[in-house]
Antibody, heavy 113, light 112 residues
Framework: EVRLLQSGAEVKKPGESLKISCEAS????????IGWVRQMPGKGLEWMGI????????RYSPSFQGQVTISADKSINTAYLRWSSLKASDTAMYYC??????WGQGTLVIVSS | DVVMTQSPLSLPVTLGQPASISCRSS???????????LNWFQQKPGQSPRRLIY???NRDSGVPDRFSGSGSGTDFTLKISRVEAEDVGVYYC?????????FGPGTKVDIK
């Protein structure tokens, strides 16, 4: 059974850094694209970027290029989404997604002073 | 970049009646490999999205057969043959033919 288990909710202050994770199981992790989708409160879904864990080939949506870093560690079947300096506007639910077929449960990130 | 639009954005439906959602892309979604990577998702309140349909018309495992997808090129449709109470939620189309992939704005389906 394919599962994507995301790290827990985070409450951070503006300017702080953050890295959230998505641990995959039930399939050959290195050989499937995995990505991150943002959903701001009450809003729709936005693709942030995707990574191919086997060679770390990464693509970002233009809106998120330079704003976040996506990475993966194929030795522990885990993908990551990292911010170096959070803003209040980063407050959202973040989902990891295998291609488009399997979704994690979401990680709520709240950024507030 | 490909822009996805949906109509209507809000769809009140009567239980047992059919419902239809339209999705349009700003460019053809036919890939160089001949496939059309247009997916449909359902998001129920408080839940992660769930894929219903992939490559225009293929139902995912466990998806009731009252859901069907059709279309080609730039125009696509999701149909629910007879709406049930559990179908309430927001429905999104998404293109994965070219990067960046993109979702439509979503259509909120609720019961009249």
């Amino acid at each position: 059974e394919v599962r994507l288990l995301q790290s827990g909710a985070e409450v951070k202050k503006p300017g702080e850094s953050l890295k959230i994770s998505c641990e995959a199981s039930g399939y050959n992790f290195p050989n499937y694209w995995i990505g991150w989708v943002r959903q701001m409160p009450g809003k729709g879904l936005e693709w942030m970027g995707i990574i191919y864990p086997d060679d770390s080939n990464t693509r970002y949506s233009p809106s998120f290029q330079g704003q976040v870093t996506i990475s993966a560690d194929k030795s522990i079947n885990t993908a990551y989404l990292r911010w170096s300096s959070l803003k209040a506007s980063d407050t959202a639910m973040y989902y990891c997604v295998r291609k488009s077929d399997y979704w994690g449960q979401g990680t709520l990130v709240i950024v507030s002073s | 970049d490909v822009v996805m639009t949906q109509s209507p954005l809000s769809l009140p439906v009567t239980l047992g009646q059919p419902a239809s959602i339209s999705c349009r892309s700003s460019q053809s979604l036919v890939n160089s490999d001949g496939n059309t990577y247009l997916n449909w998702f359902q998001q129920k309140p408080g839940q992660s999205p769930r894929r219903l349909i992939y490559k225009v018309s293929n139902r995912d495992s466990g998806v009731p057969d009252r859901f069907s997808g059709s279309g080609s090129g730039t125009d696509f449709t999701l149909k629910i043959s007879r709406v049930e109470a559990e179908d309430v939620g927001v429905y999104y189309c998404m293109q994965a033919t070219q990067w960046p992939a993109a979702f439509g704005p979503g259509t909120k389906v609720d019961i009249k």
